[in-house]
């Protein structure tokens, strides 16, 4: 049985192995191929994981050397024995997430297929991958173009310090942006509430929003006699994406892609991601581990990629973005009643109803095709849910039936 200090050799070793053999593997872009390295690669260091966290377990030493006892050389080389294996956990989670999220891009923007076939990547092994081809899907979600980029070693540091003072100064952007803790938005009033029934005192506590009329429900629900007070606000504060794995690798990934624009294309990839998908897929695709599956507060990479719009004010993309999170909400239960217009097309939908832009704006910020986008407009107005979700419904009136059997057809099927 191989001691800690071997195993922690053994793990730095096989990362920096994995990082040289990486380097090599864009050189000829064959998806189906680098899908199965990684794939492979992936599930070594997932068994390298579970034994080294099992040793080192979770928490980091405390490392002080102010008094004569710490200064001991042999506390010394104790101390420094259990940061080694502290870093080479760190290192090896790190490599991990790269895999993961590689390999949950290559999953949403290719389809692979052997022959006629549709194969997953599980499926992949060294004697077929060579015979699989992958097909680019319509739609892309996250950036194909940042895979070579990721911190496939887990060294992200040292990655960056091979690179240009221009890179680590986008690295550095892009993670204070994504490490930002958004600004505060009281959500909802927490109150207690004292009210007769049957003659007799009773207490409740409930939650109501921020903007709720809150004499005019209590007298709703509880009659007259009551009286209530504010035990607290209902408060949203934290970051964007709850792992620093994820950080890093996206900041390194595309701060090496575009030092100039870096921030803005993964502010406009991340918009891309809300707005394509539904809250079911953000659960499942894992393209960003640890990122909100709704947000509910402002955060400043989601303006970037508008920021040079006529009229732009601060807060822009991430309205739109939460505005896409409650319609999201408001739909459920009623999604059967537009079953043909997919998530990606109903997102550009959503776009279209609750923003300025026209079909042609919405279809290049989302890469969507614009025909397809008509169409699902045309449909989302067929099934009248413009007119519950929206309160200016004036964009969609062009889209109405112009005949006047039409109209009549339409207003039957709408009741």
């Avoid at 001991?72 to 104790?78: A, G, S």
């Avoid at 949950?104 to 060579?130: C, D, H, Q, W």
């Avoid at 921030?263 to 909100?292: C, V």
């Avoid at 040079?308 to 973005?321: A, D, K, M, Q, Y």
Wanted: with cysteine; hydrophobic share 40%.
């Amino acid at each position: 049985m191989t001691t800690t200090e071997e195993l922690v050799a053994q793990v730095n070793k096989i990362l920096d192995d994995i990082g040289i053999d990486m380097d090599g593997l864009f050189e000829a872009l064959h998806v189906p191929s680098i899908a199965y390295r990684i794939k492979e690669n992936l599930s070594l260091l997932e068994g390298l994981e579970e034994e080294l966290s099992r040793r080192v377990g979770e928490t980091a030493p405390s490392i002080r050397f102010s008094d004569r006892s710490s200064r001991d050389p042999h506390l010394q080389r104790i101390y420094r024995k259990k940061h080694n294996r502290i870093l080479a956990l760190e290192r090896l989670r790190s490599a991990m997430t790269a895999h993961k999220m590689a390999l949950a891009l290559i999953s949403a923007n290719y389809t692979l297929f052997m022959g006629k076939k549709p194969v997953t990547i599980k499926e992949l092994t060294r004697e077929n991958a060579e015979r699989v081809k992958a097909v680019p899907n319509p739609v892309q979600l996250g950036r194909v173009e940042v895979l070579p980029y990721l911190a496939y070693s887990g060294d992200v540091l040292k990655l960056l310090a091979r690179e240009s003072i221009a890179v680590r100064e986008a690295f550095k952007e892009i993670k204070s942006r994504l490490r930002e803790k958004g600004t505060v938005r009281t959500r909802g009033l927490r109150i207690e509430v004292e009210y007769w029934e049957n003659n007799r005192l009773k207490k409740a506590r409930l939650d109501l929003p921020a903007d709720a009329d809150i004499e005019g429900e209590l007298r709703r629900r509880y009659g007259r006699r009551f009286r209530w007070r504010v035990l607290s606000f209902v408060k949203t504060k934290g970051v964007l994406i709850n792992n620093h794995y994820t950080v890093d690798n996206l900041s390194l990934a595309y701060a090496i892609l575009d030092p100039e624009k870096g921030a803005e294309k993964l502010g406009l990839d991340l918009f891309r991601y809300y707005f394509l998908t539904s809250s079911n897929d953000r659960e499942n695709l894992g393209l960003y581990p640890d990122i909100r599956l709704c947000i509910d507060c402002h955060y400043s990479i989601f303006d970037l990629p508008f920021r040079n719009e006529p009229g732009f004010r601060t807060g822009h993309g991430s309205i739109l973005v939460m505005r896409k999170c409650e319609t999201e909400e408001a739909l459920v239960g009623r999604r059967k009643e537009i079953s043909s217009v997919p998530n990606h097309l109903l997102g550009g939908v959503l776009l279209y109803g609750m923003s300025a832009y026209d079909e042609d704006r919405v279809a290049e910020i989302l890469g969507i095709d614009r025909d397809e986008l008509v169409d699902a407009i045309k449909k989302f107005v067929i099934s009248g849910l413009h007119k519950t979700l929206f309160a200016d419904t004036k964009k969609f009136e062009r889209f109405m039936p112009k005949s006047d059997r039409a109209k009549q057809f339409l207003t039957l099927l709408q009741g």
